[in-house]
């Protein structure tokens, strides 16, 4: 069998964006998957879901899988003829031991590539508002690592050159000595009221930044209980923070919201708020499927030039319907004519994209808004499709129906609950980590209160629920939840715009 190959990927320092673009082309050919502590999981993603996944980082504050086993198996899948992925943090040859995996891959004759990823020290920097560089204070660079080697004592650095020799300096892996670092520096020659900043878990959602003096950073850090894994930058350009900062200063920065959208949905959502500097959670607590019996909504898309006009209420109800048109081999020509009302700004959006533009989107997005102006253009007579939900409300079809339109409303998806999603939910409510569940139906609060039922009241603890409009909150709080914010304008757009002014206003009072 032809040998496989390996690729060793930085994985960068968290963020998921900071991924390479070859690294992740990588990944979705990646047969195999090796992946670190350090590397953010949800990188996993981009690869084939076909492909193995094996974690080799450390378990709960043990130690990770020996280097020599994580070798082995390199080896081991590599000779399987596989192409193997060795997803490392940050980047794989900077203190990651990437090195040492290259020289066993390339003793035992396995090819190898090597793709570069954005380093912690260099993130860090970036996402705390340090330029690490400036011409004003520092003309030169240091990496360093704070971890004693086994033969090699941190204590036996010569530490005077790395004191007056060098300009910013950032120290991998000193949590723990950070004490003996800054007392050496300053014993050595630093000015004790050099700047330090200490940067935890950067690029993520719960980067935390400490800033301090070499003098105080051992005390700073031991009083605010900040640990591992963090990146120590030292040096004049630290005070440039104050003014720089930028990621922590995002109106989301450190929240953390469960997403129960569908999965389709749910991505866009996510990035907005991610956008923001929040962390996302999606579990989905409604899926959509489609109807039991399509017979109904084929027999009205067949004839659908009949109709005077075509109403769709939702996303998903648009792709239903154009799913159906194709599958029974019309095409747009066949909707000439036909009077198309989208419900609101997203439909519209998910319409156009498949070459058509609405003719009316009514000034409210909602049921209501769509028989307002229907009625207002007379609607006596008039043949109207309205391909809907099975547990939307009957509005639309009554008022219609009352003013003289024959109305033919077949089912065009259903929603569904998801199995087996109880248990992460209940994990992340109980441990209290969620700031707010965003829902946008009542079908995805329903889902939700039919998973848990009462226990819902004392699981939610200290996490809010926000809703995307009026008929939500409706929902939720008649079932006793409170809604500690509603969307203006029944959007996705507006709900994270309203979350935005929330949390603004809520910092203003702090
Ligand atoms: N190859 C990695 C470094 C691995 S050594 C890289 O290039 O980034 C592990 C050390 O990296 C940690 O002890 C910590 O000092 C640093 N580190 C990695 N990810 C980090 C993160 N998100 N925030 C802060 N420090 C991080």
New binding site residues.
């Given amino acids: 069998m032809a040998i496989g190959k390996v690729y060793l990927i930085?994985a960068g320092?968290?963020d998921p964006g900071l991924l390479t673009l070859k690294g992740r082309d990588c990944l979705a050919r990646a047969d195999v998957v090796i992946y670190d502590y350090?590397a953010n999981p949800l990188l996993l993603d981009y690869a084939p879901a076909t492909a193995e996944k094996l974690y080799v980082g450390k378990v709960r504050g043990n130690h990770s899988l020996p280097q020599e086993e994580t070798n082995a198996l390199l080896l081991e899948k590599a000779r399987a003829g596989l192409q193997v992925v060795r997803l490392?943090?940050?980047?794989?040859y900077?203190?990651?031991r990437?090195g040492e995996e290259a020289v066993f891959l390339r003793e035992h004759g396995v090819p190898f590539e090597v793709i570069p990823?954005v380093?912690?020290?260099f993130?860090?920097a970036a996402y705390a508002g340090i330029p690490l560089t400036h011409r004003d204070v520092t003309a030169s660079l240091a990496l360093l690592t704070g971890h004693d080697h086994p033969e090699r004592k941190l204590s036996s650095l010569d530490w005077e050159k790395l004191a007056t020799g060098l300009g910013t300096l950032i120290f991998?892996?000193?949590m723990s000595n950070l004490k003996l670092i800054s007392d050496e520096l300053i014993k050595h020659g630093r000015p004790a009221a050099t700047p330090v900043a200490v940067?935890?878990?950067?690029?993520?959602p719960r980067q935390q930044t400490l800033v301090g003096t070499l003098k105080t950073i051992a005390e700073d850090v031991a009083r605010a209980g900040v640990e591992?894994?963090?990146?120590i930058i030292i040096g004049e350009v630290v005070k440039y923070r104050e003014e720089l900062r930028w990621y922590d200063n995002l109106s989301l920065f450190g929240k953390r919201f469960l997403i129960t959208r569908p999965r389709a949905q749910a991505a866009g959502f996510a990035r907005l708020l991610q956008e923001q500097g929040a962390e996302t959670i999606c579990i989905p607590t409604i899926e959509i499927a489609p109807p039991e019996d399509l017979r109904p909504l084929d027999a009205a898309v067949q004839r659908i030039g009949d109709f005077d006009s075509l109403i769709l209420t939702s996303t998903n109800g648009v792709e239903a319907f154009f799913a159906r048109l194709a599958a029974n081999r019309l095409d747009l020509r066949n909707l000439a004519g036909v009077q198309l009302v989208a419900v609101g700004p997203k439909t519209a959006a998910a319409i156009e994209a498949h070459g058509l533009r609405p003719d009316l989107v009514p000034e409210k997005f909602q049921a209501e808004g769509v028989v307002e102006e229907l009625l207002a253009q007379g609607v006596a007579g008039k043949r109207i499709l309205y391909p809907r939900v099975e547990i939307a409300r009957t509005l639309i079809i009554d008022k219609l129906q009352e003013a003289g339109a024959e109305v033919v409303a077949p089912l065009a998806y259903r929603t569904i609950r998801p199995k087996g999603q109880e248990e992460m939910i209940r994990r992340l409510l109980s441990a209290g980590e969620l700031d707010a569940i965003c829902f946008s139906s009542s079908s995805t609060f329903d889902n939700l209160l039919a998973m848990f039922g009462d226990e819902l009241k004392t699981l939610q603890g200290r996490t809010e629920f926000f809703s995307i409009g009026p008929l939500t909150s409706e929902t939720i709080r008649k079932h006793g939840f409170a809604v500690a914010l509603q969307a203006e304008k029944w959007t996705i757009d507006a709900l994270v715009a309203a979350m935005v002014d929330y949390y603004n206003k809520n910092r203003g009072q702090n």
Avoid at 199 to 204: D, P
């Fill in positions: 930085g320092p968290g350090l490392k943090g940050g980047d794989p900077i203190f990651g990437g990823g380093t912690a020290g993130a860090a991998y892996m000193g940067v935890q878990w950067a690029t993520l591992p894994p963090a990146v």
